[in-house]
């Protein structure tokens, strides 16, 4: 199924430090992929974790990112891209001052729309206060992740 999105029409998610854009849901690319626009304020960004049944890539549009795959880190920038092979261990985090903006796609979709969903809060207003960091929505995507194949890992340790 071919299909076209104009600016600002996808579904908005949000949760705490990220509001997502569903750009191609699973059912608009007949489960072959899932593209989110990413807008990650400073110090925003997942845990470390894994997806077992995807691939997932980056590219940044506007900004730095801080992307970490299989223990190598890089520091992205506009126009870098970023491929994450399944099972690879991997986190992002917004080192800068800016908000950073990117693109990042799933192959195969599976169930990782479903995953958003269930985490993040839908919203009309991308520019709304973003979700407080609290227990209930940590408790929320972690079962969202368990039932989603993604392994949530613990971070890294600190330099001593």
């Known amino acids: 199924m071919s299909f076209f999105r104009a600016t600002d029409t996808g579904t908005i998610l949000m949760g705490p430090g990220d509001v997502y854009t569903l750009l191609a849901t699973t059912a608009e690319t007949e489960g072959d992929?899932?593209?989110?626009e990413?807008?990650?304020?400073?110090?925003?960004?997942?845990p470390p974790h894994i997806h077992h049944?995807?691939?997932?890539?980056?590219?940044i549009?506007?900004?730095?990112?801080?992307?970490?795959?299989g223990?190598?880190?890089?520091?992205?920038?506009?126009?870098?891209?970023?491929?994450?092979?399944?099972?690879t261990p991997h986190s992002f985090v917004?080192?800068?001052?800016?908000t950073t903006k990117?693109?990042?796609?799933?192959?195969?979709?599976?169930?990782?729309?479903?995953f958003f969903r269930e985490s993040f809060k839908e919203t009309e207003d991308r520019n709304a206060p973003?979700?407080?960091l609290t227990d209930a929505f940590i408790q929320r995507m972690l079962e969202a992740a368990a039932s989603h194949d993604i392994e949530i890992l613990p971070p890294p340790e600190s330099p001593a």
């Open 33 to 36: 992929y899932v593209a989110l």
């Open 38 to 46: 990413a807008l990650v304020p400073p110090d925003g960004g997942p």
């Open 53 to 59: 049944n995807q691939v997932e890539t980056f590219y």
């Open 61 to 69: 549009l506007e900004g730095e990112m801080e992307i970490t795959v």
């Open 71 to 87: 223990g190598e880190t890089h520091k992205a920038k506009a126009g870098d891209f970023v491929h994450v092979s399944k099972g």
């Open 94 to 98: 917004n080192r800068s001052r800016t």
């Open 102 to 114: 990117m693109i990042f796609t799933f192959v195969p979709a599976g169930d990782i729309e479903e």
């Open 130 to 132: 973003l979700e407080p």
